[in-house]
């Protein structure tokens, strides 16, 4: 089985196991609580697609920065192909946190449907509160990671503009030595110059992914929010089927004790009456 088929497999049986748990829920009449574990769903697809998204824009930059190699200072390409590598290898490592999100919360919802079939529907809340609880915890490691990489990704792009001014200024000075030698005055090297000009335009999409990755934060902030409001619908579940299993029992106890204390009547009636006989 190759890949591509493997990931068309775990596909259809991750639908499967969220299908089943959303019905579950549904016929528990818990419809706010199925809503939420898919909108977790779906902020994971779309912190997914924005790292994609970023992913593909480095790549990009690195191809052409490789057709540039040759019609550009070799030190400048070679120093901006390594930033490049070095943030793509860490967004493919964000992806893969995100990764561990999305499994953890299929695990749950396995989990939570084997729960219900075995000890019922407090097990299941249960269960579905403890992973939240882990999936929470990945969350918040994510959330630290990706701010460690937005904060990698500013330095970088302040670093390209620093190589930008360094050759603007190299080229000010080699050119400004034969200006001066004929007598003329300085002038400054243009933006456009090789080098620069590349500079310039290889750090735009470098500060464009700065601002896809703060709004990766935000939504980060939303999940965990969301996660924190989830769990409390699922505790009040919890304790409503609990509440109602203890009353059914007390019922039960008052229902017994009332049978009993029937029971021992006709005795205590009987006995009185022996007694007043003698």
């Known amino acids: 089985m190759n890949t591509a088929e493997q990931n068309t497999k775990k596909g259809m049986e991750?639908?499967?196991?969220?299908?089943?748990?959303?019905?579950?829920?549904?016929?528990?009449?818990?419809?706010?609580?199925?809503q939420g574990f898919m909108e977790m769903f779906r902020y994971?697809?779309?912190?997914?697609?924005?790292?994609?998204?970023?992913a593909d824009e480095l790549q990009g930059m690195r191809e052409q920065l490789a057709q540039?190699?040759?019609?550009?200072?070799?030190?400048?390409?070679?120093?901006?192909?390594?930033?490049?590598?070095?943030?793509?290898?860490?967004?493919?490592?964000?992806s893969e946190r995100l990764s561990e999100v999305k499994d953890r919360l299929m695990q749950t919802a396995a989990q939570a449907v084997s729960a219900f079939k075995e000890k019922g529907k407090e097990a299941m809340c249960t269960v579905v509160q403890k992973g939240l609880s882990g999936i929470k915890s990945v969350l918040a490691g994510y959330?630290?990671?990706?701010?460690?990489?937005?904060?990698?990704?500013?330095?970088?792009?302040?670093?390209?503009d620093s190589i930008g001014d360094e050759l603007k200024q190299i080229g000010n000075s080699v050119s400004?030595?034969?200006?001066?030698?004929?007598?003329?005055?300085?002038?400054?090297?243009s933006?456009?110059?090789?080098?620069?000009?590349?500079?310039?335009?290889?750090?735009?999409?470098?500060?464009?992914?700065?601002a896809r990755l703060q709004k990766n934060i935000d939504t980060v902030d939303r999940a965990l929010e969301k996660l924190d409001k989830l769990s409390a619908r699922f505790m009040v579940e919890k304790e409503v089927e609990k509440g109602g299993r203890s009353s059914v029992k007390d019922k039960l106890s008052q229902m017994k004790a009332k049978v009993e204390q029937q029971g021992k009547a006709p005795d205590k009636a009987a006995a009185k009456s022996k007694a007043e006989c003698l």
């Open 44 to 54: 994971v697809a779309g912190m997914q697609l924005q790292l994609s998204v970023v």
């Open 176 to 189: 400004n030595v034969g200006r001066l030698i004929a007598g003329k005055g300085t002038k400054e090297v």
């Open 143 to 160: 959330q630290e990671k990706l701010q460690e990489v937005k904060t990698d990704y500013e330095k970088t792009a302040n670093q390209i």
């Open 68 to 94: 540039l190699q040759e019609s550009q200072p070799k030190t400048v390409t070679e120093r901006l192909m390594d930033k490049a590598a070095q943030l793509q290898e860490k967004v493919t490592s964000l």
């Open 191 to 210: 933006d456009e110059s090789p080098g620069v000009a590349l500079t310039r335009i290889i750090n735009k999409p470098i500060k464009d992914v700065v």
């Open 14 to 34: 991750e639908s499967d196991v969220i299908k089943q748990f959303m019905e579950l829920l549904s016929q528990q009449n818990m419809g706010e609580q199925s």
